[in-house]
């Protein structure tokens, strides 16, 4: 619910719990307007304000704390506009909790290029900064001031400005937000990134100065928390260039009166055997006392790599879109149900995650998927939500109880064996 008006909602924070012996892994609880987050913690997401197939009320009951929209995509349709007057994100989707929103950076780079977000890609030799994705059509251009694209829905051009980006997260109403950045893609040159990273930085700056006006402007609302973005790429100096350069902008505007940065989120296009060695960077740079959200990760080694490199919450659309094609997950590995030997397989999905799901049998969701049933993706849907929360939840308790790595070790042995 709207505060009063004229009053101020601002019970942002974020508190360290326990401390991973020999890493920068550690439990923690972020504030919010909302509620709580206990760290390290695993958030779904809504892109449309919705995780799709599935209701608030059944992402709540998996154990999800919070989830996160698509601000590119809440602008487009309904509009900001709309998620304002129903009262913010949470409330529009009927989701009690604490909400997220992205800035449209991964969207602009992904409608520039057409190549999406992919860990594990291999760029050896095709760095290329002119260089987009085979039969796709460039739909963004991006300059010092912002990015002008066309609507993947109708065509229709649009403009993002960091000041835009800013306006339309304050309508989207979410309790963490995002600074315009701009995310480049491994493919660009070494000379790209620099040039983009000191772009991300003035941008910063305007997201801070439009976030502080807006705060006060809409001070009947929830405050918001405005994370900074950490950009690139797989090069040490730029990432803890750019680590440094932010947290010195937080800390002058917060000299300065405003509310500077209220965590940091880790962007960009990673090569997967990079991913501990990056976050370590960025996390080492960083203040200890700010939250850090990598933003699109969901596999079981990045996690507990993650993890132990200082992240506290990661997101990623992976668990839900393959569930929507009959691929599931389970403590023994992740296959596809649609595959012949399900057919009589009355067995639970995976009979070591106890979840909503529990009560359906292989053979039915089998029969679901192949009959072209839309419970089907509902079904798995949940289960891969719960599987991962869980994992990540399992984590947080070893960090807590002092058996972080024996969890470690047997979860990643077991799920990489490949016995399903």
Request: glycine share 10%; proline share 4%; hydrophobic share 35%.
């Amino acid at each position: 619910m709207d505060s009063p008006a004229g009053t101020s909602t601002d019970t942002h924070g974020f508190r360290v719990g326990t401390r991973l012996p020999g890493t920068l892994g550690r439990t923690g609880v972020i504030s919010t307007p909302h509620g709580e987050i206990a760290t390290p913690a695993f958030v779904p997401v809504g892109t449309k304000a919705t995780v799709k197939t599935v209701l608030p009320e059944s992402v709540a009951a998996l154990g999800a704390q919070a989830v996160l929209a698509n601000a590119y995509h809440l602008y487009l349709q309904p509009g900001p506009e709309i998620i304002d007057a129903a009262g913010g994100l949470g409330a529009f989707m009927n989701w009690s909790g604490p909400t997220y929103t992205d800035s449209g950076g991964f969207q602009v780079m992904s409608l520039g290029v057409g190549f999406k977000k992919v860990i594990s890609m291999d760029v050896t030799g095709q760095q290329d900064d002119d260089i987009i994705a085979e039969g796709k059509e460039r739909l963004s251009r991006v300059d010092d001031d912002g990015v002008t694209f066309k609507s993947h829905l109708d065509g229709s051009f649009h403009r993002f400005t960091p000041e835009v980006s800013m306006q339309i997260q304050h309508q989207l109403g979410a309790d963490i937000i995002f600074a315009f950045d701009e995310l480049t893609t491994l493919m660009n040159t070494r000379g790209y990134q620099e040039n983009s990273l000191e772009r991300t930085r003035l941008w910063a700056i305007r997201c801070l100065a439009e976030h502080n006006r807006l705060s006060v402007e809409r001070a009947h609302r929830p405050q918001q928390a405005l994370w900074g973005v950490i950009q690139g790429a797989q090069y040490e100096d730029l990432r803890r260039k750019a680590a440094r350069d932010l947290t010195e902008l937080s800390r002058r505007d917060r000299d300065a009166g405003g509310k500077g940065f209220g965590g940091y989120g880790i962007g960009g296009a990673l090569e997967k055997d990079n991913l501990g060695t990056i976050v370590g960077w960025v996390n080492s740079e960083l203040p200890e006392d700010a939250p850090k959200h990598l933003l699109g990760i969901s596999e079981p080694d990045d996690i507990f790599t993650a993890i132990e490199n200082g992240a506290d919450t990661f997101d990623c659309v992976s668990p839900t879109r393959v569930a929507r094609n009959g691929a599931v997950y389970s403590r023994d590995g992740r296959f596809n149900i649609t595959n012949a030997r399900f057919r009589n397989d009355f067995g639970p999905i995976d009979p070591e995650t106890t979840n909503y799901t529990s009560q359906y049998s292989r053979a039915y969701l089998h029969h679901l998927f192949k009959a072209k049933e839309g419970l089907g993706a509902t079904l798995a849907t949940l289960h891969n939500v719960a599987f991962v929360i869980d994992l990540v939840d399992g984590a947080r308790k070893a960090i807590e109880s002092g058996d972080y790595e024996a969890y470690r070790d047997d979860f990643l042995g077991r799920y990489y064996a490949k016995k399903v």
